[in-house]
């Protein structure tokens, strides 16, 4: 309820380590409200990916796979180095919005779907669209380098609808990327290897967004606190339909709080995953580009005071 009304949706999950295992606190706001989240979405694809070829391939480490055009149209390019470029925007190999496509192209839109409704437990879900570009490659196969063979091929492509899900859906997702380790078995991303995982963190690490980071600077945090980790992916857009700018950010912050130390006790990891989505409105007078201003710092303000609250334990 401490958020601002122009952010319309919004989970967060505070983890706690106790004697090893980690316990979570939810908290939301319309968190399970179906929305249109953007670029955000882009990481759903590029896990399930992984997820897949581990199922088949347990060994099997993604950083030393190759994406093999079957087409024989293109050279053959890392699995990292494209999700990086996804996730940046550099486009130094594609645009994000086309490398999302063919990373979709790895499952059925149905399959896809479903997999990540049983995922999330969350069944109020639609993930049947790509991202308003096609594939960069439309017969996509991942190769491994190592064992110089073909591990997973494009599946039948598919009729596109909508990509609606919940603020819940991607923190939950995140979750369980970023605390993979941590986590029982039976709570883990179905098949995937952290070996894999963590190809996927690394290049996460490259989202244009920073708003944990001007967050952690301006509460003078980066001076208490050691062995930060951000992982996130922005979405942006302007909805025509709604007559809205539209933001999302889905994170998830891990450090080390040192203050304790200073009493003589350990210590204390503190992290936490969100999904913020905020919505505003445009002027019939305007092109949108202030109200996209006004927007990007309301998010910044309340990841800001998110952390903060967690700095502070007041969630506990």
Same mark, same amino acid.
């Given at each position: 309820?401490?958020?601002?009304?122009?952010?319309? @949706?919004?989970?967060?999950?505070?983890?706690?380590?106790?004697?090893?295992?980690?316990?979570? @606190?939810?908290?939301?706001?319309?968190?399970?409200?179906?929305?249109?989240?953007?670029?955000?979405? %882009?990481?759903?694809?590029?896990?399930?990916?992984?997820?897949?070829?581990?199922?088949?391939?347990?060994?099997?480490?993604?950083?030393?796979?190759?994406?093999?055009?079957?087409?024989?149209?293109?050279?053959?390019?890392?699995?990292?180095?494209?999700?990086?470029?996804?996730?940046?925007?550099?486009?130094?190999?594609?645009?994000?919005?086309?490398?999302?496509?063919?990373?979709?192209?790895?499952?059925?839109?149905?399959?896809?779907?479903?997999?990540? %409704? %049983?995922?999330?437990?969350?069944?109020?879900?639609?993930?049947?669209?790509?991202?308003?570009?096609?594939?960069?490659?439309?017969?996509?196969?991942?190769?491994?380098?190592?064992?110089?063979?073909?591990?997973?091929?494009?599946?039948?492509?598919?009729?596109?609808?909508?990509?609606?899900?919940?603020?819940?859906?991607?923190?939950?997702?995140?979750?369980?990327?970023?605390?993979?380790?941590?986590?029982? @078995?039976?709570?883990?991303?179905?098949?995937?290897?952290?070996?894999?995982?963590?190809?996927?963190?690394?290049?996460?690490?490259?989202?244009?967004?920073?708003?944990?980071?001007?967050?952690?600077?301006?509460?003078?945090?980066?001076?208490?606190?050691?062995?930060?980790?951000?992982?996130?992916?922005?979405?942006?857009?302007?909805?025509?339909?709604?007559?809205?700018?539209?933001?999302?950010?889905?994170?998830?912050?891990?450090?080390?709080?040192?203050?304790?130390?200073?009493?003589?006790?350990?210590?204390?990891?503190?992290?936490?995953?969100?999904?913020?989505?905020?919505?505003?409105?445009?002027?019939?007078?305007?092109?949108?580009?202030?109200?996209?201003?006004?927007?990007?710092?309301?998010?910044?303000?309340?990841?800001?005071?998110?952390?903060?609250?967690?700095?502070?334990?007041?969630?506990?």
């Amino acid at each position: 309820n401490f958020l601002h009304e122009d952010i319309k @949706q919004a989970c967060i999950c505070i983890g706690t380590f106790v004697d090893g295992k980690i316990l979570t @606190q939810w908290l939301g706001k319309n968190a399970l409200t179906k929305a249109q989240f953007w670029s955000a979405t %882009k990481i759903v694809p590029l896990i399930n990916t992984v997820c897949q070829v581990n199922i088949k391939y347990p060994n099997c480490d993604i950083d030393n796979c190759a994406i093999r055009d079957g087409d024989g149209q293109q050279d053959d390019i890392y699995f990292y180095d494209l999700a990086k470029d996804m996730v940046s925007y550099t486009e130094n190999i594609a645009s994000s919005n086309s490398l999302a496509a063919m990373f979709k192209r790895f499952e059925t839109r149905i399959g896809l779907e479903q997999w990540l %409704k %049983k995922t999330t437990g969350n069944n109020d879900l639609n993930f049947l669209d790509d991202y308003g570009e096609d594939p960069f490659l439309e017969n996509p196969e991942i190769f491994d380098t190592i064992k110089q063979q073909v591990l997973l091929r494009a599946a039948e492509n598919s009729p596109q609808e909508d990509n609606l899900v919940s603020a819940y859906d991607l923190t939950r997702l995140i979750s369980m990327l970023g605390w993979h380790y941590y986590l029982e @078995q039976r709570s883990r991303l179905r098949g995937a290897q952290w070996n894999s995982l963590k190809s996927i963190v690394r290049a996460m690490g490259n989202d244009t967004a920073r708003y944990a980071d001007a967050a952690i600077k301006t509460l003078g945090m980066d001076s208490a606190i050691s062995s930060p980790v951000i992982i996130s992916k922005l979405g942006q857009g302007v909805s025509s339909i709604r007559g809205t700018v539209e933001t999302v950010y889905v994170a998830l912050v891990r450090f080390v709080d040192d203050r304790p130390k200073a009493t003589g006790k350990p210590a204390k990891l503190r992290t936490l995953a969100l999904t913020l989505r905020g919505q505003k409105a445009i002027y019939s007078s305007s092109n949108g580009d202030s109200e996209a201003r006004e927007l990007d710092a309301r998010v910044a303000a309340e990841v800001t005071e998110i952390l903060r609250r967690l700095f502070a334990e007041e969630f506990s």
